[in-house]
C-alpha cells in the first residue's frame, strides 16, 4: 500500500488514516443532516466546503497537538501527521462536492455513500492487512459505525427541520 508505515513513516501514515476517516463519516454525516434538514443543494454545497477547509485545518491542528503532547515524538513526525490529516481531510472531504454538483440530491447522497463505503472498507481491508487479520469483522465495525453516524445525523436533521421551520 502506499501510505504503509515502512514506506513513509507511521506519523504520516496514521494522519492519513485519521484524515480519511474523518473526511468520509463527517462529510456523509454533514450532508444527510443538511438533506434532511433543509433540502438545499446550496446548502450541501456549503456544507461540504466547509468541511473540507474548516474541519481539515481543526483536524490538523487536533492531531499536531496530540502528536505534540507524546513525549517521544519528533517535531518532524508531529508536521508529518499534521500536513498529512488536513491534505487526507482535504482531498477526500472535497471530493464529496462532484456528486451534488452533477447530480440531483438523492443520486448525490446514494453515490456518495457507496463512495464512503467503498473508502472506509478499503482503509480497514488495509488495516486488517497490515495486522495480520481477517477483514471481515473490521470493514463490518467500521460501516456500522459510519451508518451509526448517518441515521443519527439524519435524525438530527430532520428534528431541526421539524423545530425551527
Not at 32 to 46: C, D, E, F, N, Q
Not at 71 to 99: G, H, Q, V, Y
Request: glycine content about 10%; charged content about 15%; proline content about 2%.
Amino acid at each position: 500500500m502506499f501510505w504503509s508505515k515502512e514506506k513513509i513513516g507511521g506519523s504520516f501514515a496514521s494522519g492519513l488514516n485519521f484524515g480519511l476517516t474523518s473526511a468520509v463519516i463527517t462529510t456523509l454525516g454533514l450532508m444527510i443532516g443538511l438533506i434532511s434538514g433543509t433540502g438545499l443543494k446550496l446548502a450541501v454545497l456549503g456544507g461540504i466546503l466547509t468541511i473540507a477547509i474548516a474541519d481539515a485545518l481543526s483536524d490538523a491542528l487536533g492531531m499536531h497537538i496530540s502528536k505534540e503532547s507524546q513525549d517521544s515524538r519528533k517535531p518532524k513526525e508531529i508536521w508529518a501527521a499534521t500536513l498529512a490529516t488536513f491534505l487526507a481531510k482535504f482531498i477526500f472531504a472535497i471530493t464529496f462536492i462532484f456528486p451534488v454538483l452533477l447530480f440531483d440530491l438523492q443520486s448525490a447522497i446514494l453515490i456518495n455513500f457507496v463512495w464512503g463505503a467503498l473508502l472506509i472498507t478499503f482503509l480497514s481491508l488495509k488495516i486488517a492487512r497490515d495486522q495480520n487479520r481477517r477483514p471481515g469483522k473490521i470493514i463490518g465495525e467500521h460501516l456500522l459505525i459510519a451508518v451509526l453516524v448517518i441515521i443519527l445525523s439524519y435524525l438530527a436533521g430532520r428534528w431541526i427541520n421539524l423545530t425551527f421551520s
